[in-house]
């Protein structure tokens, strides 16, 4: 008997058009999956069995009429929980949106819909997206299915977690400072940030409308590219999409698995490597970087000097438009109201002051009072303005470096998964995590995660990143495809397949909450 979890996304499709399977059955697969591992990794906010079986029965009557809606119709897909979902909560992580179900869909959702995949439920998530490792959740924290005592990466863990652990063969997730490619390096997925206005951000609830960006969580890069072309494109309800066609993106992927890199130039980022980046890091990116040179690329190292500050300009940038953002979860609207002890008549302030303080957690707060400072009268030169400039800078650095090469390369994360807990009250030592992606964000340019195998002292998995110039996404498939088609022939097939099978041991200890 088939096990369909274990098939990637491209693998299902083609199964579906053969009339192997439908897609009820893909979906039920998926839904059992659910059932027998979440309780594990926790990747789940929300599951919407009948909704998901509701739109499969469509998506074959689709197949057997001759009309599929697209490729991909019938494969289910797991969506990260800060997307509206018209009849699903959206709690974005939080327990000032607990229960709220919105009146319409996110753009994305609802190309979704009418490409016919169907939605498995919402994804786990820091709250707001503000975290690196999914424990900033207010509701418990997602498991990494390598090792359930270790983090799956934020803020998007639940998505890269839901795909890593064979319970979805597609996410969405959304990446403000590398939430999509951080979490895919750690679990040994694929994750893809695309251009900035490349994907509509319509019905996001925003964290930072200038660095937020939609895109894929999969198993392979030839799965990103698909769901990508059905996401992306101009979208008028969205003030900063691009008014331009998609690139040929599955072109360029199917183009790069024939591993082949001839004339193709790859610029070593110096500034991305180095201190306070792993061993066993460094050596699977060095590895992959040599893997590339033998199919025929063309290796220079490029110097990006402002990289160095990015960490510092971003982290002003991000809480100053959340701190802007957040002031709309005011108890008058929608969402959570709490209502003050032992005041008898409460004004507004004192609703407001008395949800958010039950509503917020910690991280929420610590970045909402940066950022208000940030923008408060005589810092917001010295601050805001002064990281605005930086952002010029590593802007202006990007141009400089992609005349001499065509992408750019680095590892994706400085460590693999580190342990639950470990750096939950260490501010400054999470925010490191997105050392090597907050560069993209900031640019707005686009940027994949690839596999890069496992380091030496953990057994765990490392990430490849490849960045592109602004609208050239299908650059980082056509490489990324090419290096993944690289390390699976040398690996043998793919890494998950090298991931330790969830146990009834690991159910069982984890459905108690611990974390052993």
């Not at 579906?16 to 897609?23: K, V, Y």
């Not at 503000?130 to 498991?143: K, R």
Request: net charge negative; charged share 20%.
């Amino acid at each position: 008997m088939t096990d369909w979890t274990r098939k990637t996304a491209a693998e299902l499709a083609d199964a579906l058009t053969a009339g192997e399977t439908t897609s009820v059955e893909l979906t039920q697969a998926s839904l059992d999956r659910i059932a027998a591992v979440d309780g594990a990794v926790r990747a789940f906010l929300h599951v919407d069995t009948e909704g998901a079986l509701a739109q499969a029965r469509q998506s074959d009557a689709r197949r057997t009429a001759g009309t599929p809606a697209s490729p991909l119709d019938g494969v289910p897909i797991a969506v990260k929980d800060v997307l509206a979902t018209s009849g699903l909560p959206t709690t974005c992580g939080s327990r000032i949106l607990e229960g709220w179900i919105p009146p319409y869909d996110a753009t994305v959702v609802t190309r979704l819909r009418a490409a016919g995949l169907p939605i498995l439920g919402k994804t786990n998530m820091d709250e707001f997206a503000m975290g690196s490792s999914t424990e900033h959740s207010a509701y418990g924290a997602t498991h990494n299915p390598w090792d359930l005592d270790r983090i799956p990466g934020g803020s998007g863990g639940g998505s890269a977690a839901a795909v890593a652990s064979f319970q979805a063969p597609l996410a969405l997730g959304t990446d403000t400072g590398g939430s999509i490619r951080q979490p895919g390096a750690v679990t040994g997925t694929v994750g893809v940030k695309p251009t900035y206005g490349g994907v509509s951000r319509y019905g996001l609830v925003a964290l930072a409308n200038s660095l937020d960006q939609v895109g894929p969580v999969t198993r392979t890069v030839l799965d990103s590219a698909l769901l990508h072309e059905i996401i992306g494109g101009h979208d008028p309800m969205d003030s900063t999409s691009i008014d331009q066609p998609l690139q040929p993106l599955v072109a360029a992927a199917r183009q790069g698995a024939n591993g082949d890199m001839t004339g193709v130039r790859i610029g070593v980022v110096k500034e991305l490597g180095g201190d306070g980046y792993q061993a066993g890091v460094l050596a699977r990116f060095r590895e992959s970087v040599e893997l590339l040179v033998a199919a025929g690329a063309e290796v220079v190292e490029v110097s990006c000097p402002s990289f160095v500050h990015a960490l510092a300009a971003y982290y002003l940038i991000l809480p100053a438009e959340a701190s802007s953002n957040l002031a709309k979860f005011d108890a008058m609207r929608y969402g959570l109201r709490v209502l003050p002890e032992h005041i008898d008549n409460p004004s507004a302030e004192d609703v407001m002051r008395a949800t958010r303080d039950a509503g917020f957690g910690d991280e929420v707060k610590r970045r909402i009072i940066l950022g208000t400072y940030a923008l408060s009268s005589g810092y917001y030169d010295a601050y805001y303005g002064q990281a605005q400039k930086v952002r010029t800078l590593i802007s202006r650095d990007f141009e400089a470096a992609f005349t001499q090469a065509d992408v750019l390369v680095s590892p994706t994360a400085p460590t693999t998964a580190f342990r639950l807990g470990e750096k939950v009250d260490d501010p400054v030592a999470m925010y490191l995590n997105d050392l090597a992606t907050i560069p993209a964000n900031l640019a707005g340019v686009p940027g994949i995660s690839v596999p890069s195998g496992l380091a030496d002292e953990d057994g765990l998995p490392a990430g490849f990143q490849i960045l592109a110039p602004a609208l050239a996404d299908d650059r980082v498939y056509r490489v990324g495809a090419a290096l993944e088609a690289i390390l699976r022939d040398k690996w043998g097939g793919p890494l998950l397949d090298r991931a330790p099978e969830l146990t009834p041991v690991d159910l069982v200890d984890a459905s108690t909450g611990d974390t052993r």
